[in-house]
């Protein structure tokens, strides 16, 4: 059963441009929203997350937008460069549930000269 | 700090035959887990380990699968017979304490192919 679901599969972007990678969750419960980017041959890594008090998270380049009542959260990436390059999953969490990482399909990013 | 170890990376192997992967955590990590990775998919839980207790194993196929974690440090998670739909990459993952969301540190990974 897919809980988390993400959009789009694939996105190209202009370096500098803005990068925007869409997710939507079913479950009420979840509670933390992360995102995690991954490189080829690598394993995820934690880039940024959030909780569902507050509507908007940065650090850097990265920001979260968190629409609670709509039950969708988005990553933006400002001033895209070649190195954001990567596959990001978007992924939620239920701290009283199963305590169990739920990640969307993935999107792949590709950040163009 | 020295990341989370996975071995091998990479392994063929023909179906029907067994497999066997290798994790150490980054040290100190009381919480461990494994996930598949489908291609074109994110990750999916297949176990989790809190020290030396399986504490969810609700996705793992208990059929063809097993894991350990002895001591409650590495870990291994064999797959017998495997078969063609196994193809993957098998992740392992960790965090430092129990309970609760925490940042997980994931390895590189094994791509397992069955031909």
């Known amino acids: 059963q897919q809980q988390v679901k993400q959009s789009p599969q694939s996105l190209i972007v202009q370096k500098g441009g803005i990068s925007i990678i869409n997710c939507a969750y079913e479950?009420?419960?979840?509670?933390?929203f992360p995102w995690y980017q991954q490189f080829p041959g690598k394993g995820p890594a934690l880039l940024i997350a959030?909780?569902?008090?507050?509507s908007e998270k940065k650090e850097g380049r990265f920001t979260i937008s968190f629409n609670k009542s709509a039950k969708q959260f988005s990553l933006h990436i400002m001033d895209s460069q070649p190195g954001d390059s990567a596959t990001y999953f978007c992924?939620?969490?239920?701290?009283?549930?199963?305590?169990?990482?739920?990640f969307g399909t993935g999107t792949r990013l590709t950040i163009i000269p | 700090e020295a990341g989370v170890v996975q071995s091998p990376r990479y392994k063929i192997i023909e179906k029907k035959q067994p497999v066997a992967f290798w994790c150490n955590p980054i040290?100190?990590?009381?919480?461990l887990y494994w996930y598949r990775q489908n291609l074109g998919q994110g990750p999916e839980l297949l176990i989790r380990y809190e020290n030396e207790e399986a504490v969810d194993d609700s996705q793992l196929p208990k059929d063809r699968f097993s894991a350990e974690r002895l001591k409650g440090v590495d870990s291994t998670l064999k797959i017998q017979p495997a078969e063609l739909g196994d193809s993957a990459v098998y992740l392992c993952?960790?965090?430092?304490?129990?309970?609760?969301?925490?940042?997980?540190?994931f390895g590189p990974g094994t791509r397992l192919l069955v031909l």
């Open positions: 040290s100190g990590h009381n919480t």
């Open positions: 959030i909780r569902p008090d507050v």
């Open positions: 993952a960790s965090s430092p304490r129990t309970g609760g969301v925490e940042t997980q540190y």
């Open positions: 992924a939620s969490y239920n701290d009283f549930g199963n305590e169990k990482l739920t």
């Open positions: 479950n009420t419960a979840f509670d933390y």
